[in-house]
């Protein structure tokens, strides 16, 4: 059967009652599991930044999915809608590379309507319960290293992410992008097909202008372009 792209990051993902992390509220609150996942086990498409390309292409395919005018890089979970292939029914993650997006959660750079980013968390979040991970907050209030750690990754995750829309408006601007179709055959099952995904085309890089691609190398992007493509060999591990 056939099944359409899902736009990867509604609202964002995981995302639903974000709230600023507050000193007393949150006393008692823990830095996250790096156990469990389950919250993503019904996510097919997980946000992906370019930087962690070359560390996840060897187990996990990379695609872009386009949406309102921009394009969104995302690793692709599963061949099936509303899956995540990676997360165990004991909400464990049995493959190696786990995705910063992931590794983030449940906590998320906010605005508060002043200049500067203040860091917020999923209310109510399973992961944020005071048995998961380092405690944020010591017994008189102030801040662990935990927290300082929490801060510095969330910050530089935007930072990061900031720079993927850097590198994929590049790749729009070169018109690097084209239509791919994902066909999976299984012997006696369904035939899926996933439609509306795109991949750097290799012929279109290989081709650039001396100076563009020279450009690209200067830039450090070749790294990830590349990695993007040898991801797609993956696509075979997916749902066996």
């Known amino acids: 059967m056939s099944q359409p792209a899902a736009d990867p990051t509604p609202k964002p993902l995981f995302y639903t009652n974000p709230v600023l992390l507050d000193r007393e509220k949150h006393r008692a609150a823990g830095s996250g599991s790096r156990k469990s996942f389950g919250f993503s086990r019904n996510s097919q498409f997980i946000p992906a930044l370019h930087e962690e390309f070359t560390a996840a292409a060897s187990e996990l395919p990379i695609v872009f999915l386009p949406s309102g005018g921009t394009i969104s890089p995302v690793f692709l979970m599963s061949l099936d809608a509303g899956r995540n292939g990676f997360v165990g029914d004991d909400g464990r993650w049995t493959g190696g590379y786990v995705p910063a997006y992931l590794r983030r959660y449940p906590f998320i750079l906010g605005e ?6 203040v860091i ?71 035939n899926r097909t996933i439609h509306g995904l795109l991949s750097i085309n290799e012929e279109r890089l290989q081709s650039l202008a001396d100076e563009a691609f020279l450009a690209l190398r200067h830039d450090r992007l070749l790294t990830p372009c590349f990695a993007q493509l040898f991801s797609l060999k993956q696509m075979e591990r997916l749902d066996r």
């Open 112 to 117: 508060t309507g002043g200049e500067e980013a």
């Open 120 to 190: 917020c968390v999923e209310e109510g979040a399973d992961a944020l319960g005071a048995e998961q991970g380092e405690p944020l907050f010591a017994e008189d209030g102030s801040s662990t290293t935990a927290l300082d750690e929490v801060i510095g990754f969330t910050n530089e995750y935007f930072r990061a992410s900031k720079r993927t829309e850097a590198f994929v408006k590049r790749l729009m601007d070169l018109d690097l992008f084209h239509n791919i179709t994902i066909e999976n055959k299984k012997p006696g099952g369904d």
